[in-house]
Every structure is written in structure tokens, then in C-alpha cells.
């Protein structure tokens, strides 16, 4: 059995010993190894892999500790976000960015507002086709192509630290779906039913192909909150 040997050779993690099981640990530099219970205390916006040393790893997590300490000592002046929040403290200027329910336990990078250089936000935009079935049963395309479209609202902020320079984030906690033919559909359905019932019906506008962006309150309500994130994080 000699020849599994390598494959089978037990492995530890270079922080707190454990055996490591076989999945779950990143491999480091020069065969180091840390496991998914220590790799949770570092920030979430480091990425590590096989450049990063033990050595990185242990000033990091002095970096860690310390930053344990501004958690602590932050109190909160303001927050904004629905899915992440972005909370402020305007007093000892300094700012938390994080999608845990209760700060104080997830040890979130503590940022001095000097340190938040710029932020900006996106809109993602997915698009995907609705098709139907002819008449033996196989899968074809609407003539002209239907979609329905998902949206998600990121906001990217730039900052100076020593382990990342960008922290993007979701704002919204799920997507938000437009599928402008059912839209249409019904908008068009409301308006004969006005008709029919002698009222006044003002007719349908849009079309069944392009998403109503202008007229979807959840589109519009985090499209208005990623502005009102940036703006503060621009203007600290
Ligand atoms: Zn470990």
C-alpha cells in the first residue's frame, strides 16, 4: 500500500495543530496548510492560496487581534443597507463593513474613514430565456426571443490596507425579477377590465420584451440605496 502513501499522508494545520480532514483547507505557500476553523478568523476580504506564507498568515492574525479592540470600542452614529450594512462611527471616525446580524461577534475590519479612498456601484444585469415547446414536444424559442431579467445592486469601495484594496459587497439580500411579458400581460388585462367596466383606463405603454426598470419599486429602492451608500462613503 506504500504507493497511497503520499496520497493518504495525514496533513495538520500550521495554527492550531488539527489533522486536517480533506476538504475545507487551503493549501500555503511551501506546504503550509490552515484549516477552515482558523481560516474564519481572518477578514473576509483576503483571499489567500499558495503565495500567501505562514508567516503572512501569522502577522495577519495579529492584525486580527488588534482589530478585535476597535471592535469593541465601536459605537455605532449611523448604519446603512439592507443585506450588508455599512455602519459608522462619525465620532471616532472610523467605519464597519458587514453582513453579520450582531457586529460585535464577527470581528469585521474596523476602517478609519482616511483609509476609504472611493466607492462606487453596479447594477448586474442576467438575462434568461423563456422558451415553449411546438407541437412535438421540443424546446424552442419565442419568435421574437422572450426574457425574463434578474437584477443584483454591488457597491465596490476602495481601501488602503495592507491584505486588500477592494471590498465589493451585495446590496440587496435577493435579486430582483422583472418578466416584462407577464407585466404587460396583466397591465393589459387591468385596462380591458376598466374598459369593459366603463371606466376610465388610461392605455398601456412599455412593451412585452423590454423590463419596466422605471416603474419597479424594488429596482428603484436599491438602485436609490447603493447611491445613498456611496454618497456616504465618498463624503465621510
Ligand atoms: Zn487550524
Redo the contacts with the bound molecule.
Keep these: 500500500m506504500a504507493f497511497l502513501g503520499g496520497l493518504f499522508e495525514k496533513k495538520y ?6 489533522k486536517l480532514g480533506l476538504f475545507g483547507n487551503t493549501t500555503l505557500a511551501e506546504g503550509g496548510h ?6 474564519q478568523q481572518l477578514s473576509p476580504w483576503w483571499s489567500i492560496g499558495k503565495t500567501t506564507s505562514v508567516t503572512d498568515i501569522h502577522e495577519h492574525l495579529m492584525y486580527r487581534e488588534e482589530n478585535k479592540a476597535k471592535v469593541a470600542e465601536f459605537k455605532v452614529t449611523r448604519t446603512l443597507g439592507d443585506n450588508y450594512k455599512v455602519l459608522f462611527d462619525d465620532e471616532a471616525k472610523r467605519l464597519i463593513i458587514t453582513s453579520a446580524s450582531d457586529f460585535t461577534k464577527a470581528n469585521p475590519d474596523v476602517f478609519d474613514f482616511a483609509d476609504v479612498t472611493a466607492a462606487t456601484w453596479e447594477i448586474d444585469e442576467d438575462k434568461s430565456e423563456v422558451t415553449t415547446k411546438d407541437n412535438e414536444g421540443k424546446t424552442v424559442s419565442y419568435n421574437p426571443k422572450r426574457y425574463t431579467y434578474r437584477y443584483n445592486f454591488y457597491v465596490t469601495v476602495y481601501v488602503k490596507n495592507p491584505y486588500f484594496g477592494t471590498i465589493k459587497f451585495k446590496v440587496n439580500s435577493s435579486y430582483v425579477s422583472i418578466d416584462p411579458w407577464d407585466e404587460y400581460e396583466a397591465k393589459l388585462a387591468e385596462y380591458n377590465a376598466l374598459l369593459r367596466a366603463h371606466r376610465g383606463a388610461t392605455p398601456v405603454t412599455g412593451d412585452r420584451y423590454t423590463p419596466n426598470l422605471a416603474e419597479n419599486e424594488d429596482y428603484l429602492g436599491y438602485r436609490a440605496l447603493c447611491d445613498e451608500i456611496v454618497e456616504a462613503l465618498n463624503n465621510k
Design positions: 494545520c500550521d495554527f492550531c495543530g488539527e490552515i484549516c477552515k476553523k482558523c481560516a
